[in-house]
């Protein structure tokens, strides 16, 4: 894409607790957490800067400097990164509320432990950016799976694509066309943040809620179908499934980095092994992952296990 989108900035979400993730939560923010040795949000990066987006904005919270320690000034993704703080975890909309100093352009909007693949993203850019009355854009994908609606949000469109109304954890959707996590928006959405309610259910300010309310200003917000899959990562079970997928498409039998050690006689089968990890004498692992300074003792036989330097989570348990 070159700097085709250069006009455009990208915001990536990385503030929340992952209470869900515990034990990884207390010491890793989600969206850093290893996807095939890369951190998570690297995935996100690498999309903005295919996008030609070259300033980025990450907002923090929990445990915010280990994410600045993980990504830094985001040279290696070739864009500029600047980090904002939320004091408060109040919801989406409440983290974009504290970017407005920051952003001065439209911007993409990713939610920073969601996992995802997609189709021509810059076919949003360009509804933004052409020209035509677009004020905003939404990516979506086309769900079969009726649960994985009810956790998410339902868009209904009319004529030409056009959002008519965005509905949060819908109990009965009434389409199956999902919003995912990625948002394009000009800058007149903060008029609309700004002026966003908290919810009785979860008393947050839900950015579902503020793209309604920026729908029923009159401003024309779009439904682009770009998502090709996209995963939660909300539990260990879902991060040790991720890193085995997409190990799965590099048709290697495992993945072990540079200066990880394994004994000789250590029998892996689909294991990612980040460097720093040390497997032992005859163990035997299936379908686990390693982090680094991860020890696996001698003769130990684990399937769908995660490793940390300081715990061990069987997966096939339930988490």
Partial sequence: MGAAHSELMGVILAAGKGTRMRPFSERYPKPILPVLGKPLMAYQLDMLAGLGVRRVVVVIGHLGHEVVRELGDGSRWGVEIRYVEQDETLGIAHAVSRLEPHVDRPFFLFLGDIFFETGDLASMAERLTAGREVKGVLACKRESDLEAIKRNFVVLTGADDRVERVIEKPRHPRTDLKGCGIYLFDLAFFDAVRRTPRTAMRNEYEITDSIQIFIDDG??????DVVKADMNVSYPADLLQLNLLLLARTNQPNLVQAGAQVAASAQLSRCV??????????ARLQDCLLFPDA?????????????????????????
């Fill in 219 to 224: 401003y024309r917000v779009e439904a682009a």
């Fill in 273 to 282: 092994v980040l460097a720093g990890a040390t497997v032992g004498d005859s």
């Fill in 295 to 319: 020890v696996v003792p001698a003769g130990r036989e684990r399937r769908r296990t995660i490793y940390t330097a300081d715990t061990e989570i069987r997966c096939d348990e339930g988490g």
